[in-house]
């Protein structure tokens, strides 16, 4: 399905990409996680009392919907904190859903609230007064915590369950979910494929329990759209699928292949050394997000209503030499870090 007329273009890290005409070429995927602690509500009651802050750094793109009052689910992680606050610096009421607090600063206009997606009357005082829901919040993609499958299963696909029955409860017009490209990848190449032409991967092949439950938590998300609300109207539901993400700060992907560097892991090739995959950057995937929450506006015919899309760069990388320079510069650090410390060790020894 294909989002006509919405371009997203002009991104200052050279990432343009056009959702007429987006491609996947392989799999990739992110996720902002939760533990399974449950901590209090805390500014739940009004969410909207702030203003936002013209000091907030984050490019929103093209967002003209100044009233919006947006939950994001997720937001104490990398990537729902910087959606967050793109979308305070750009004039809309944000809630910060998670049960964790963000490492960064909290700017104003931006209220967080920790507490569980599992937690059904946390999400629902969360989402009171809300119009827009991004869902973001997901477990289990990697590392120990594919492992608990029970917490995996809760969290992506009761958790989303939770958030479309909030967002009917609440009369809440918008849901834009993040999902994953793993929702069509089962390990088989995929070269130039779109959202017309790439199935579901099926749901009983899917080796991890991750992207199993994401998948059934996007369908989940797609079945809802056109939906009636408690209060008259209709939800509208949008989903977004992006590969891995990077960006300033990011704390999974390169800081965790950087110290495998650093190990020696990543001193050999494995698999096939000319395949290539996407990524995206932190800020084309939150102008991305915006985009389809505008595009799920009776201004723009909710042309994004009940449609799924692939979200990148728009370009394709061989991993090894994407990697190049990160290899080279720790690589070069690694050589001078031991030059100084047998120096030193020397002219102790005299």
């Given at each position: 399905?294909?989002?006509a007329?919405?371009v997203?273009i002009?991104e200052h ?18 996720r902002?996680?939760?533990?399974d602690i449950k ?7 009004n969410?909207w009392?702030q ?5 907030v750094k ?5 967002l003209?919907d100044?009233t ?6 997720g ?6 904190y910087?959606?967050?606050c793109?979308?305070a610096?750009?004039?809309a009421?944000?809630?910060l859903?998670d049960?964790n607090?963000?490492?960064w600063?909290i700017?104003?206009?931006v209220?967080?609230i ?11 005082a969360?989402?009171e007064g809300a119009d827009t829901?991004f869902?973001v919040?997901?477990?289990g ?6 492992l608990?499958?029970?917490?995996i ?5 009761n958790?989303?369950?939770f958030?479309?029955d909030?967002c009917k409860q609440r009369?809440?017009t918008?849901?834009i ?7 069509v990848?089962g390990g088989?190449?995929?070269?130039d ?5 790439v ?8 080796v991890?329990?991750y992207?199993r439950?994401?998948?059934i938590?996007e369908?989940m998300v797609l079945a809802a759209?056109g939906?009636?609300?408690a209060?008259?109207g ?9 590969p891995g993400?990077y960006?300033?700060e ?7 292949l950087?110290k495998?560097i650093?190990?020696?892991?990543l001193s050999f090739?494995?698999?096939d050394?000319?395949?290539?995959m996407?990524?995206i950057h932190v ?6 997000q915006?985009l389809?929450?505008e595009?799920l506006?009776p201004?723009?015919n909710y042309?994004?209503?009940?449609q ?8 394709k990388f061989?991993?090894f030499?994407w990697?190049?320079?990160l290899v080279?510069?720790l690589y ?10 047998y120096?030193?060790?020397w002219l102790?020894c005299?």
């Amino acid at each position: 399905m294909k989002l006509a007329g919405i371009v997203c273009i002009g991104e200052h890290y050279g990432a343009i990409f056009n959702m007429e005409k987006e491609l996947l070429c392989a799999s990739g995927h992110r996720r902002h996680y939760f533990t399974d602690i449950k901590l209090p509500v805390s500014e739940a009651a009004n969410p909207w009392h702030q203003t936002s802050s013209s000091g907030v750094k984050g490019n929103a793109g093209a967002l003209k919907d100044k009233t919006m009052r947006a939950v994001v689910t997720g937001g104490g992680g990398y990537f729902g904190y910087k959606l967050g606050c793109a979308l305070a610096s750009s004039g809309a009421s944000v809630v910060l859903y998670d049960i964790n607090k963000p490492i960064w600063e909290i700017p104003n206009g931006v209220v967080c609230i920790q507490a569980d997606v599992r937690d059904y009357d946390a999400i629902l005082a969360a989402c009171e007064g809300a119009d827009t829901v991004f869902h973001v919040a997901s477990y289990g993609m990697s590392g120990r915590e594919q492992l608990h499958r029970e917490e995996i299963e809760t969290v992506n696909i009761n958790g989303t369950r939770f958030i479309i029955d909030a967002c009917k409860q609440r009369n809440i017009t918008r849901l834009i979910y993040t999902s994953t490209v793993n929702v069509v990848f089962g390990g088989l190449p995929i070269e130039d494929g779109d959202e017309e032409t790439v199935p579901y991967f099926p749901i009983e092949k899917h080796v991890d329990h991750y992207s199993r439950t994401k998948s059934i938590a996007e369908q989940m998300v797609l079945a809802a759209n056109g939906t009636p609300l408690a209060g008259g109207g209709v939800l509208y539901t949008s989903v977004l699928r992006p590969p891995g993400i990077y960006g300033p700060e990011e704390q999974r992907h390169l800081p965790r292949l950087a110290k495998n560097i650093e190990r020696g892991i990543l001193s050999f090739k494995f698999g096939d050394p000319s395949a290539k995959m996407n990524w995206i950057h932190v800020e084309n995937l939150v102008q991305a997000q915006i985009l389809a929450a505008e595009a799920l506006t009776p201004e723009k015919n909710y042309i994004a209503s009940g449609q799924v899309y692939f979200i990148h760069d728009g370009e394709k990388f061989n991993l090894f030499e994407w990697l190049a320079p990160l290899v080279r510069t720790l690589y070069a650090f690694s050589q001078i870090y031991c030059i100084f410390y047998y120096l030193q060790l020397w002219l102790w020894c005299k």
